[in-house]
């Protein structure tokens, strides 16, 4: 691991202080809604709203780096970022609520540039090198998980007004990000593009192994959102265990999305993408089936300690297997597709997530994730009988 180019860690050291900016939005976002929304019901806009602005700036964002290389559209949305947080500051220290939405959509555009980090991380390496790659960048994001919280916590002692400190500190360290994209070596030549391409990415979008990696992260990111989303509120008021219960069971989460990023990216290149892939959906059945079984703390726990286990496996898997589905050429309308798609169903999940739970309770979440894996088993198994089939018509062909 540590044989991995200097570009690696100067990007994993990036996206463990960009990312504490979400980390820091999922643990204040709700609390900073609660006191500015005109209804408690609106609290949880913020959070969503990051979301929606994720979904929003993929694909602008991943189209840009396309003509203009990746270093320059990181430098401008850290840069984004750093204004983004102080609005939102400044939005709390005027109790504006309309203003602090514009500041989380805003930091959301941001994040969908930094999440490109790990496609420059596997870009830096050889093909081999890349599972390793993307699997050490991931480890930024345990760190974020440390930051984010202690942003929030120290911030809001640090001014008069609750939380506006946190942003102001997250702004610093999206100026630290921006002198660190500063060292960051380009891997990335704008491309002449010709007219063919467009009829070539739709043979892209059919190939199986693309619906595979789309679809692993996809169901990765939507489910863990959806039940993430809900367990702190069913938690505390279904169940009535406290707040600091629920954190805990939270935090024990983020932890477990990351942790795993030490060993996953061997485990990719030992037994195959594909078969990380489909552990990562047993590992998700295995966290509905501890969830579903009683209503103890420990149960909280577990489930959702797997839950972020599964994502690792699912969500690397999905980012190892999409650059072999397509050339060099169409990687930037590719990766946009596939970041559209995958945080668009984690904002549908996280916005839906509170509504099937009063409606339906915590089995009834629980069993509608049971079905929605179950449907993704089903579209995995059959685009593994389809990519047999063009094995097997290759191999005749040959003979």
């Known amino acids: 691991m540590f044989t991995l180019p200097r570009n690696v860690w100067i990007l994993t050291l990036i996206l463990a202080l960009a990312m504490s900016a979400g980390a820091m939005m999922v643990m204040v976002g709700g609390l900073v809604g609660a006191n500015l929304a005109p209804s408690v019901g609106l609290s949880t806009l913020p959070v969503a709203m990051m979301i929606i602005g994720t979904a929003f700036g993929v694909i602008p964002v991943t189209r840009c780096m396309g003509k ?32 602090f939405l514009v500041a989380t959509f805003l930091l959301g555009i941001a994040i969908s540039g930094f999440q490109q980090i790990r496609f420059a991380a596997m870009e830096s390496v050889t093909f081999e090198r890349a599972p390793k790659a993307a699997s050490t960048v991931l480890l930024g994001g345990l760190a974020a998980a440390i930051i984010g919280p202690e942003l929030a916590t120290i911030g809001n002692q640090l001014l008069a007004t609750p939380f506006v400190g946190s942003f102001v500190l997250m702004a610093v360290l999206c100026l630290i990000c921006i002198g660190l994209f500063g060292l960051f070596k380009e891997t990335h030549t704008p491309l002449q593009h010709t007219g063919k391409q467009k009829v070539v990415i739709r043979d892209v979008l059919s190939k199986p192994s693309f619906i595979i990696a789309v679809s692993a992260s996809v169901i990765g990111y939507a489910l863990m959102s959806f039940i993430m989303t809900a367990t702190p509120v069913h938690m505390h008021i279904n169940t009535l265990y406290s707040l600091e219960q629920a954190k805990w069971v939270i935090q024990s989460h983020v932890l477990a999305m990351y942790i795993p990023s030490i060993f996953s990216g061997l485990l990719i290149a030992k037994l195959g993408v594909y078969r990380v892939i489909v552990a990562g959906l047993i590992i998700y059945l295995l966290t509905i089936a501890v969830g579903s ?51 668009s169903a984690q904002g549908m999940a996280a916005l839906g997530a509170g509504a099937l739970l009063f409606a339906l309770g915590w089995k009834g979440l629980m069993l509608t994730s049971f079905m929605i894996i179950c449907c993704h088993l089903i579209l995995l198994s059959w685009q593994a009988c389809r990519i047999r089939s063009a094995t097997v018509l290759e191999l005749n062909g040959e003979g």
């Not at 320059?72 to 500051?89: D, E, K, N, Q, R």
């Not at 690397?316 to 597709?337: A, D, M, Y």
């Open 68 to 99: 203009l290389g990746r270093k320059p559209v990181f430098l401008a949305v850290a840069g984004l970022a750093c204004c983004a947080s102080l609005l939102a500051a400044l939005s709390i220290y005027i109790a504006h609520f309309i203003l």
């Open 293 to 343: 079984i009683d209503s103890q703390l420990i149960n909280y726990w577990v489930a959702l300690i797997l839950l972020g286990i599964g994502w690792n496996f699912l969500f690397l898997g999905g980012t190892v297997l999409l650059p072999q589905t397509h050339t060099i050429e169409q990687k930037f309308q590719v990766q946009s597709i596939n970041e559209f798609a995958v945080f």
